[in-house]
């Protein structure tokens, strides 16, 4: 790429500039005379005047003027400093481009931790759920998850990392690649918040028709307990995910796995990027849930409640007087507190899993809430006691000042379905604590989605992304993963995303396969919501 100070430039771009210690003085002129500088009119950057000097040959930038005595350490476009400057440009430094990464794919979590030099970097700020305790965990509680972890060292500090796990053939319905496309398995069990509808019968039996052998083995990136498909990294450089995946796709080819997925990708530039790094090597992207986000930008929680409409402030109000006449008591446990609670959260969030036909069992939440006390997680609990026992828990862990609400749980025989309880304990009172400590943000997590959003919270997108190794069953695949993605954002009530009003807004949409612009394919069939 040839840049232009002057009126004319060198075929071929120029080469880093030092010192200049030859008559051939570079892009600029070197100091004519004062007397003669005062009668000529510089024209351009390269000072040439209605007196042209005799041509000689181009220095690479600008052609360069008759010599002059030697100047004294001039360099593109005057006095240059004492030290050479790396990939000069013609009229300043110029950024150098980074080297790709060094990555390293297919590792146990002891090998990535260790390549990271000890924790996973935190100035992406990633959640719980990328952390070392919690990844440990899920290998650990996990039946037939195998670490595929990847790190990205580009030298100097700059390191990101990626998690991922392998399964063979039936893991968890929330992480089988399977369920991305309208599939369920015959035993009825439904992904974590899941949208299904009668119409995905078809689906199903149209992901059937493709074999097992499609989509298996399997390596699902991110974090399938903690369904968030996020890197970490050291410096806020979105391109070093590209890197990642740049390594992981030919390695995963090259071991046989026969499908990538990444479930669950919330709203970031580090998501972005990995959705469209994923794209470049034929994957498909659709819409796959709603997260609920609230910003904390009010000075404390009364003022925080007086902004809300009356007529959502009389429903708080009367969710909190439900609470209050269920004859209950409700506290609040920390860190260490929580130890000898484990066993009874476990049983209550176990119970709310199954009622809700959630992939969780009791060996998962109980192996990763230990995981989180032992491993000094920042974690709360509020509880509900009725007479002498716990009857109702909400689970959330802070990272920095976020609050991410993770697990709730009830025994709803002890407390009826109108209790009031879930939103004291899952909303209200972790809203009047964050706001007394400085918190400026809650991730609520899909679901109760009409009591959030009564409350402030707004929904952030969550994207999918699928990839068969098998390049003749993508437009299929493709197919089945935008339709179901559609029927979930209908049976979910989801807003179709505002049109773009920028050029590079447009541009990210249209890449993405965004519904409100055209996307890359025609990707939605005809003919029902799952194809």
Not at 474 to 487: F, M, T
């Amino acid at each position: 790429m040839s840049t232009t100070c002057c009126s004319t430039t060198a075929e071929e771009p120029a080469p880093a500039l030092p010192v200049v210690e030859t008559t051939s003085s570079g892009c600029c002129s070197t100091p004519e005379p004062a007397g003669k500088a005062a009668e000529e009119e510089a024209s351009s950057c390269c000072g040439t005047g209605t007196e042209k000097p005799e041509p000689v040959e181009a220095s690479g930038c600008c052609d360069a003027p008759a010599a002059e005595p030697e100047p004294v350490a001039s360099g593109c476009c005057g006095p240059a400093e004492p030290e050479p400057v790396a990939a000069s440009g013609c009229c300043g430094p110029q950024e150098e481009q980074a080297e790709p990464a060094e990555v390293r794919t297919g590792l146990s979590l002891d090998d990535a931790i260790a390549a990271l030099g000890g924790g996973v970097p935190q100035a992406t700020d990633p959640t719980p759920y990328a952390q070392v305790d919690w990844l440990r965990a899920t290998e650990e509680s996990l039946q037939g998850a195998k670490a595929w972890h990847t790190v990205a060292d580009r030298g100097e500090g700059d390191i990101a990392f990626l998690p991922g796990y392998v399964f063979d053939v039936d893991p968890i319905v929330d992480a089988d690649p399977r369920t991305l496309l309208g599939w369920q398995p015959k035993d009825g069990t439904s992904a974590c918040c899941s949208a299904t509808t009668s119409c995905c019968e078809s689906a199903t039996d149209a992901v059937e028709a493709l074999g097992a052998d499609a989509f298996f083995p399997s390596l699902l990136l991110g974090s399938p307990l903690g369904y968030r498909s996020e890197a970490a990294a050291s410096v806020e450089d979105p391109l070093l995910v590209a890197d990642l995946v740049d390594r992981i796709v030919p390695a995963a080819v090259e071991a046989g796995i026969r499908s990538i997925t990444a479930p669950w990708l919330h709203d970031s530039a580090y998501s972005d990027v990995l959705a469209l790094a994923l794209q470049a090597y034929g994957g498909d992207i659709a819409f796959h849930g709603e997260n609920n986000l609230l910003d904390l930008q009010h000075d404390s929680y009364d003022a925080y409640l007086a902004s809300l409409p009356s007529r959502k402030r009389r429903r708080v109000k009367e969710d909190r007087e439900r609470a209050d006449d269920s004859g209950t008591r409700i506290e609040r446990k920390d860190r260490e507190e929580l130890r000898p609670l484990i066993g009874r959260i476990t049983e209550l969030v176990t119970r709310n899993r199954q009622k809700y036909e959630g992939g969780e069992d009791e060996a998962h939440i109980g192996a990763l809430l230990t995981a989180l006390v032992e491993g000094g997680a920042d974690i709360r609990a509020y509880l509900v006691h009725k007479d002498d026992a716990v009857v109702a828990a909400s689970v959330m862990v802070r990272r920095g000042k976020r609050l991410f609400v993770k697990w709730a749980g009830f025994d709803y025989e002890a407390l009826g379905e109108r209790s009031g309880v879930y939103f004291e304990i899952a909303l209200d009172r972790p809203l009047r604590d964050a706001f007394a400590e400085g918190i400026t943000a809650i991730e609520a997590g899909p679901g109760a989605d009409e009591a959030k959003r009564l409350r402030g919270f707004r929904p952030g997108q969550i994207r999918s992304v699928v990839l068969v190794t098998d390049s003749t069953l993508r437009p299929k695949v493709a197919e089945l993963h935008a339709a179901y993605g559609q029927a979930r954002r209908e049976t979910l009530g989801a807003a179709e995303e505002a049109a773009p009003t920028t050029a590079i807004g447009r541009l990210k949409a249209k890449l993405l396969g965004s519904t409100a612009y055209e996307p890359i394919k025609p990707l939605q069939p005809e003919g029902g919501c799952c194809g």
